[in-house]
């Protein structure tokens, strides 16, 4: 009988009718919905990646501008520190407790015992009374020995020198006493940083090259002395130059706290530039500006010597963004640069901000006392955004792998109910046509016939059901024929 009901036409075409009217439009929108659900979500993850991307670069350039801010704090202090030296009897005593009084903190791993520690530093490497012909009359000194600076002592020094000649300065670089010379009462000068240059074999790296022979270097900060108004002589400070790369030499900005060592291989870290371009504070030691042992400048980074002295305005060779970004410096105190480009790393996200600390003569331009740069490695700037994006990618593909598990049961459902339906329209059709087609194969008698016509069904056939199996065969002329269901 399955078979038969199979094979109806009419059954068929009912089915076909009753999915057509309930199972057609459910599909349409039902792919419809989908498209539109995942275009509007692949749209939202575009518009969300972009903000995410601009927050993290706004993020960069906020560090940037703090580190700036914190450093140009540190000199004004310092500045205050000189004119406060000038207001004391220049003697021994004074000097040494002057000295005692103005530590720091560094933070770094001892290579004698290889752990972490927090070590109180001098501010300054040298506290010193010239007189007015340039002769060092008393004289403080941090007297530090290997590994630097994990063994410094302040004494009262006896290597008393004439700083007329600018080669007798412990820290050589500009003819320091030539520019005291020029100011007047209350005036400040303070040097560019100058130190001694740390060869990369030899050279503290961060977790490249934990044990390395750090950077020792020097930034001059002098002023006259009067009493009575007359001229005494020049009060000098030699500050120490770690305190400045401790500003930096912690800052992870793919993190949200400090490390006490960082991973340069990485390329996420920040660094300083002096008003010229060249490093006066980065991870790598021998990316710092200073002098060979002959007192001549260390080469620059260039195409021949591509692990030389970080110098933005030497570095056009590797992509012009870099010179570039000292002059826009000038002109717009601090920004990003989305992506940056070099052949031989990966693509790089850069923040600057410009150090506002402005005294002359070194300092008293655009770029006031260098530029903070933080640097990161694009992919792990994008980090967040591509986390969010695969968490949010697979939320909708879970959405539209349930959406279209649902509609496959609505389908399985609307296909059966069709069935149930179009069978319980059929069946009084078919029991029609056999009914006809036993009468035509049996016939009628003359009671039959008259019972029919007055409404009622005959005797034979009031309770007679299409027979379960194939109809008895009967010959009768083809025009007699009733056409199938």
């Known amino acids: 009988m399955l078979a038969r009901w199979l094979r109806s036409r009419l059954l068929m075409i009912v089915v076909v009718a009753l999915l057509s009217i309930g199972l057609l439009p459910l599909l349409l929108l039902g792919g419809l919905g989908i498209r539109t659900y995942e275009a509007r979500s692949l749209e939202t993850i575009d518009q969300t990646s972009d903000l995410l991307n601009e927050a993290a670069l706004q ?15 540190f000199m004004e202090l310092r500045e205050r520190d000189v004119l406060n030296l000038a207001s004391f009897i220049p003697d021994e005593n004074n000097y040494l407790e002057f000295a005692e009084a103005r530590q720091g903190i560094v933070w770094a791993v001892d290579p004698r015992t290889e752990e972490e520690t927090l070590l109180s530093l001098s501010l300054y490497r040298q506290v010193v009374f010239l007189n007015r012909d340039g002769m060092e009359r008393v004289k403080v000194e941090n007297v530090c020995f290997p590994p630097y600076p994990f063994d410094c002592v302040l004494e009262l020094s006896q290597d008393l020198r004439d700083v007329s000649d600018p080669a007798s300065l412990s820290f050589p670089g500009e003819d320091l006493f030539a520019q005291l010379r020029q100011l007047t009462e209350g005036e400040v000068y303070v040097s560019l940083p100058t130190g001694n240059y740390v060869p990369l074999s030899q050279a503290y790296g961060g977790q490249r090259n934990r044990f390395g022979a750090r950077y020792e270097g020097v930034v001059w900060l002098g002023t006259p ?8 002589g020049y009060g000098v400070l030699a500050l120490d130059q770690t305190h400045l790369i401790e500003f930096v030499a912690h800052l992870d900005p793919t993190g949200d706290r400090p490390v006490v060592e960082l991973a340069p291989q990485l390329g996420n870290f920040a660094y300083v530039l002096n008003p010229q371009g060249a ?8 990316r710092i500006a200073g002098r060979m042992s002959d007192g001549s400048p260390a080469p620059a980074i260039s195409a021949e010597n591509p692990l030389g002295v970080i110098d933005f305005s030497a570095m056009g060779f590797l992509n012009p963004t870099f010179p570039n970004l000292l002059q826009r410096a000038e002109r717009q105190p601090s920004g990003v640069l989305g992506r940056v480009e070099t052949p031989s790393e990966a693509p790089r996200s850069l923040a600057y901000a410009i150090i506002p600390y402005y005294t002359g003569p070194n300092y008293d331009t655009n770029r006031g006392f260098g530029v903070v740069v933080t640097s990161v490695d694009s992919g792990a700037l994008n980090v967040g955004t591509d986390l969010f ?9 879970a959405l539209i792998a349930q959406f279209g598990g649902t509609i496959g049961l609505v389908t399985l459902l609307i296909v059966g109910f069709a ?9 009084p059709v078919r029991s029609v046509t056999h009914y006809a087609q036993k009468l035509e194969q049996d016939g009628l008698d003359a009671a039959e016939i008259a019972e029919l016509r007055a409404g009622g069904a005959t005797p034979r056939w009031r309770n007679w059901r299409a027979p379960s199996g194939p109809w008895p065969k009967r010959s009768r002329p083809a025009s007699a024929k009733l056409p199938s269901c």
């Open 279 to 286: 490093a006066l504070a980065h991870v790598e030691h021998s």
């Open 389 to 397: 994006t695969t968490r949010v990618r697979n939320d909708v593909q």
């Open 59 to 73: 993020d960069l350039q906020a560090r940037s501008s703090e580190v700036a801010f914190q450093v140009a704090r």
């Open 419 to 427: 069935l149930f339906m179009a069978v319980r329209v059929v069946a």
């Open 225 to 232: 002395i009067y009493v009575g108004g007359q001229l005494l």
